[in-house]
């Protein structure tokens, strides 16, 4: 599955040299994520008030170029190999222009907020991921 | 009770005109509250994890004049009136060169995290905040 | 004239409490205030790269009850009398329940970026304005 | 060369998780990147306004515990290979209990701010650097 969302960008978003800072981009990444999974039947807010939390192991970003204030962007999300302990994402973002801005790489995994230990992906989550 | 809290400015805190953006001012002041607060004995840390919430009721800035990236800010911070239900804040902003940036004011009331209905500040921390 | 801005609360936006920061709504009314303008046919981003930027001279929020994660908050932009040297604002927001979060006043200014001075907003930009 | 910093964790980097947001870590890195310049006798304003910028190629963090609220981190940073078009940093971040955090690594590059185009670091900075 893979699901591209449209963020605009905010102005507080973009730093001296008139860029996106580079912490900015884990926000867009997530919010594309939460929406993908929407567009899939579930909420992450229905899965972690349900007990399940999925911290990020890893987070890789390669910038191709800078995203400037007011660009509209189209973040691309999809879900690399099976779903399981762990979930990985693959990112992209273009800008209104096409341009390809960066590529992103994330490993997330299932922890249970009650033991706060590591957990396969309930069945119920699973059909809506896969 | 009164303090002055130390804090340099981020670069991802500056926006596109080079300034601290405004929404960024309201982190300073809750850096502020946490230091006078470790300062006089306790941590919001430890009141949150024994139950007592602190949400803010309001927050009133008046910008004088733009921090700007690696400005060396000394944020004050005085409790205002008696402490109750509500707990009031006034800040003042300065930079290295001692020029007035900013002065705030924030109304906060205790809520317990259990019921979520505002509380009195109970007595053991209320000897540490007044 | 006056206009409603629908904003998604992001899963960072939200502290331990569960709620939205208060340091967030600032880039709510920023967005919802950069939309309207869009909507009146100029950017903001047009503004600044003219030369014209807009401080903020205050800030006044009155928060009544917390956003969450995952609300769809309507964000309500109004402008307060004349547009001149100043230029005023109200802000209101609602969740997806039609609760009101907060009500915020924000009194603006236009500044020449070269000269750095206070000055009366052009009248080209007056007609989108007013 | 390297260097540590000591960073306390706001409240509002902290998300519902009760976990400083991965976004988060990349403010911390430039905070610690920022203060081990100014120790070596620069600063990255003064390059900045100097015509000279640093934008990131690349980061790449590998999360192993979670940071939290009120933790007292200790982030150091090492230059890695030879500083020329561009500038290579390791990371890591214990906390206050020797826990390692996280490590990271991360690719910037020298950019002239008039040209737009990547740039040799000028030999005034050099010597400062290497």
Known sequence: MDWTHTIRVRYAECDRMGFVHHSIYALYFEEARTEILRHRGITYKDMEDDGLIMPVRSMNIQFKKAAKYDDLLRVS??????????????????????????????????VNKETMRPTRLPEKYKIHMT
């Not at 879900?79 to 992103?104: K, P, S, W």
């Open 77 to 110: 999300v999809a879900v690399v190999g099976e779903v399981n302990v762990r979930m990985d994402f693959h990112y992209t973002i273009l800008n209104q222009n096409d341009e390809l801005l960066c590529t992103a790489d994330m490993e997330m995994f299932f």
